[in-house]
């Protein structure tokens, strides 16, 4: 018996972008247009025009120095749903990229209730000299890069923030001042700064990822010897920290319709 069903209609551009997708996934490296192209057969200005579109929707990133496109994390905010997974699984494709890009030890902290870090993930370079900490580290939920910014989202009034500082342990101890100004440049720039004070000889980056209410859930932080980084590539690790923590908590917390982003 004949099937007499009729076939769907497909949109043309859909299909040729999650051909795209698709591609990029297997690949698991960058790639530029022309090879995107090539590999999928699809036109190279139409598939110019659909990373494009892809990049301004985070399901791509585009690396504007080798002129690459890879994978966004827009695609774990598609998928978070039905993974149903630890953390820590899904963030680590993300920990491995920031190590590779910055040649530092990148660790995931979870902020747990009773106000401390646990290391629950990390990735490195394994060309780089680097510190090693154990998964399961536990440490104070203010110092630290992380610290910073967790201190930035919680706000803290002067007495309790000097009260909280006074049971903080660091091996070159901030005054408090310097502390309170590095909390608030945390808060400018989204990342935060420990240059040689919670350990001698090791400077960390960090930021943290939100869930719908702000409160800061888990910690990203970049940890290399002192001298391995400028202030210039701090600045850059920084940044990129913050933006996959945001890319992070909107995938981890997704916002309910008609609701707004903090």
């Known amino acids: 018996m004949r099937d ?3 076939q769907p209609r497909t949109v043309g551009a859909l299909v040729q972008a999650l051909r795209i997708l698709r591609h990029l996934s297997a690949r698991g490296t960058p790639e530029g ?17 659909i ?11 585009f ?10 994390l827009g695609v774990l905010e598609l998928a978070i749903g039905l993974l149903g997974a630890n953390p820590g699984d899904l963030i680590r494709p993300e920990l491995e990229r920031l190590a590779a ?3 530092a030890l990148i660790c995931l902290w979870h902020i747990t209730d009773t106000d401390r870090l646990v290391l629950i993930e990390r990735a490195y370079d394994p060309a780089a000299i680097r510190v090693e900490l154990p998964p399961g580290k536990r440490l104070p939920a203010l110092v630290g890069g992380v610290g910073r910014v967790i201190a930035a989202c919680r706000n803290y009034g002067e007495v309790e923030l000097r009260r909280r500082f006074a ?10 001042e310097d502390y309170r100004k590095s909390i608030d440049d945390a808060a400018k720039r989204g990342y935060g700064l420990d240059i040689g004070q919670l350990y001698v000889g090791v400077d ?4 943290v990822v939100t869930d719908t209410d702000s409160r800061p859930r888990y910690g990203i932080s970049s940890i290399t010897l002192h001298g391995q980084t400028t202030a210039e590539s701090r600045a850059r690790i920084g940044r990129d920290l913050t933006e996959s923590c945001r890319h992070l908590g909107h995938a981890l917390f997704p916002r309910k319709e008609g609701t707004e982003n903090h």
């Open 63 to 72: 690396d504007a120095g080798d002129k690459s496109y890879r994978l966004g």
């Open 33 to 49: 247009v022309s090879a995107i192209a090539r590999a999928t057969g699809v036109n190279g200005s139409t598939c110019f025009n």
């Open 204 to 207: 960390v980056v960090g930021a």
């Open 4 to 6: 007499t069903q009729p």
């Open 101 to 103: 890009a910055h040649g």
């Open 51 to 61: 990373l494009r579109t892809l990049a301004a929707e985070g399901l791509v990133v």
């Open 167 to 176: 049971d903080l342990r660091w091996e070159s101890p901030p005054r408090f």
